[in-house]
């Protein structure tokens, strides 16, 4: 690879998106402004339906009026630690074990107390349950809806960015011209994909600094963990737009498969709500987008505190991701 050839493509391509001061007004100003709506929207009480993690098999609910109650999504459970940890932060309103006749909250939950007395109240005639209680400081929506929308303001950032601005230069005849010079494929498509991924990452810094200065999101992690999830999830997402500009010619059957990729991954991935209670089939679909993974690894360094050996199960995927989608796209890319 020449050094001199990558870097007069590298410093073409930022000069031409910072001259464009539609798309950096967007990629600025779109993720702040639900952010700030988010926090106005959802910072009073609200009537959101109550949430109840039930443990044990099914059969044992059957004859407890407290599981017939409307208004409580029941569900199921299977790692006890992990609930407690959404009772703690406010994630779940209330953990049951039928089975054993304990139920878990967290004493300063307005809806676990709530709860609490719906069941006491229902199952007066049958065996009482035995309580106990978690502890642990309310994570706001913004709080956990933030890294969702900081990770699909970079998908569509490197998606777009990239995907339709190489469509975009074969059809006005750019890359044919590139095409006679001494530039390699490797060359153009390193620079590329180098120049989008300082310019998504410089953005996504910028809009977290700004928006964290009056709003305050907690941090129990490493920002240089957090920093480093979202580097490898920029390189998955550039990659996976590298597929759709490889021998697409039509700028408008570009926008129409990155659309198509991402608000399928906008919508199953996590961004506005939990997947908890949602169809397994749509889980699993979700384990296939790179979002999913750059999303619940966020959260879990920001929200629990987590470190990088418990999210490596999604930087693996992450970097398997990356790897697959660079090379189908380096094998496909044609100059005209």
Not at 60 to 72: D, L, N, P, V
Not at 226 to 237: D, M, N, P, R, Y
Not at 278 to 296: E, K, R
């Amino acid at each position: 690879m020449n050094r001199r050839r990558f870097w007069a493509v590298f410093v073409c391509r930022n000069r031409e998106f910072l001259r464009d001061r539609s798309a950096l007004t967007w990629n600025l100003l779109f993720p702040v402004s639900l952010i700030a709506g988010f926090a106005f929207a959802f910072s009073g009480s609200g009537l959101d339906l109550y949430k109840v993690g039930v443990m044990g098999d099914a059969s044992a609910w059957q004859g407890s009026a407290f599981f017939e109650t409307r208004y409580i999504q029941f569900i199921p459970v299977v790692d006890r630690s992990a609930a407690l940890t959404k009772i703690e932060r406010h994630q779940l309103d209330m953990l049951v074990d039928p089975t054993a006749r304990q139920y878990w909250i967290n004493d300063e939950a307005p809806k676990g107390y709530v709860l609490e007395r719906v069941l006491r109240g229902t199952d007066v005639a049958v065996s009482p349950f035995n309580k106990q209680t978690v502890s642990g400081r309310a994570i706001r929506y913004v709080d956990w809806v933030m890294p969702g929308v900081l990770a699909m303001n970079m998908m569509f950032g490197c998606l777009f960015g990239v995907g339709y601005v190489i469509v975009r230069y074969r059809k006005n005849g750019m890359l044919k011209r590139l095409k006679a010079t001494p530039l390699t494929p490797l060359e153009f498509l390193a620079a590329q994909v180098t120049s989008r991924l300082w310019l998504t990452l410089a953005t996504a810094v910028l809009v977290f600094i700004g928006t964290n200065q009056f709003i305050g999101f907690p941090m129990h992690g490493s920002y240089v963990d957090l920093f480093l999830v979202c580097l490898i999830g920029a390189i998955s997402l550039i990659s996976l737009g590298l597929i759709v500009a490889a021998r697409t010619t039509s700028e408008e059957l570009a926008a129409g498969l990155l659309n198509l990729l991402s608000w399928p991954m906008t919508f199953l991935s996590g961004v506005w709500f939990s997947l908890e209670g949602v169809h397994p089939f749509l889980q699993q679909c979700a384990q296939l987008a790179p979002l999913t993974h750059i999303i619940d690894a966020a959260r879990a360094i920001m929200l629990d505190g987590a470190g990088l050996g418990d999210v490596s199960g999604h930087l693996l995927a992450l970097t398997a991701m990356s790897l697959g989608f660079m090379a189908i796209g380096a094998w496909l890319f044609q100059w005209e």
